[in-house]
């Protein structure tokens, strides 16, 4: 079965100490892996998607890598209006070249401290 | 460029009601899926529509229904309304044909089942 699976649930930072959120995942051929952004009440804003171990993308303090088994969103020196939930999904490659759906996992709630 | 639009923002419905959720696609945009987001939980795939077909259908009872019209925008139908089917209604379109079938996702609908 496919699933994600994001460690930690919930992450508090002191502005500018950077850290790492994990996204393990499982799937019968991974078609790509992305990275949203989901504030309260709204929703998910993409910030990325990776499609091959290896590839790294970047996007001001984020970075996001991916492995065969696990993708990491990297943030340096936060800043408290990064603040968010941010949510991984993958999409399997579907049959009949059908678009296919996102497979979320439960997400990380950061909260970054001034 | 427009971004995914939909409406209402909150609807208040009471159990064994029937609701339209209405859902207009990013501008080029020719696919559309729907999901569901309970309180801390990730997104669950609804379905998804292209080109006025249902093209994959997440584990959700036939209640849930839909539609894509020939503008692409979009209708999710909810029928005998549950407790549990309370929720964050989150609409994505995409290009079926883009290599990262990136998904954008719109600002949802929050129902409420009384």
């Known amino acids: 079965e496919d699933q994600v699976t994001q460690s930690p649930e919930a992450l508090r930072l002191q502005e500018g100490e950077s850290s790492s959120l994990n996204c393990s995942y499982t799937?019968?051929?991974?078609?790509?892996l992305f990275w949203y952004r989901q504030d309260p009440g709204k929703g998910p804003e993409f910030l990325f998607t990776?499609?091959?171990a290896g590839e790294e993308k970047e996007k001001e303090r984020l970075k996001a890598t991916l492995t065969k088994k696990e993708s990491f969103l990297h943030i340096t020196a936060p800043k408290p209006e990064d603040s968010a939930t941010y949510l991984c999904?993958?999409?399997?490659?579907?049959?009949?070249?059908?678009?296919?759906?996102?497979?979320f996992g439960k997400g990380t709630k950061l909260s970054v401290k001034p | 460029e427009t971004g995914v639009t939909q409406s209402p923002t909150h609807l208040i419905k009471t159990r064994g009601q029937q609701v339209t959720l209405r859902c207009s696609s990013q501008?080029?945009?020719?696919?559309v899926s729907w999901y569901q987001q309970a309180l801390g939980q990730g997104p669950q795939f609804i379905f998804q529509?292209?080109?006025?077909?249902?093209?994959g259908r997440g584990n959700f009872p036939p209640r849930f229904s839909g539609l894509q019209f020939p503008n692409y925008s979009s209708e999710l139908n909810v029928n005998a309304l549950e407790l549990d089917d309370s929720a964050l209604y989150l609409c994505?379109?995409?290009?079926?044909?883009?290599?990262?079938?990136?998904?954008?996702f719109g600002p949802g609908t929050r129902l409420t089942v009384l």
């Open positions: 994505a379109s995409s290009l079926e044909f883009s290599r990262g079938n990136e998904q954008f």
């Open positions: 799937v019968s051929g991974l078609r790509g």
């Open positions: 990776l499609y091959s």
């Open positions: 999904a993958v999409q399997a490659r579907s049959y009949g070249g059908s678009q296919g759906n996102l497979i």
């Open positions: 501008s080029g945009h020719n696919t």
């Open positions: 529509y292209y080109r006025e077909e249902e093209n």
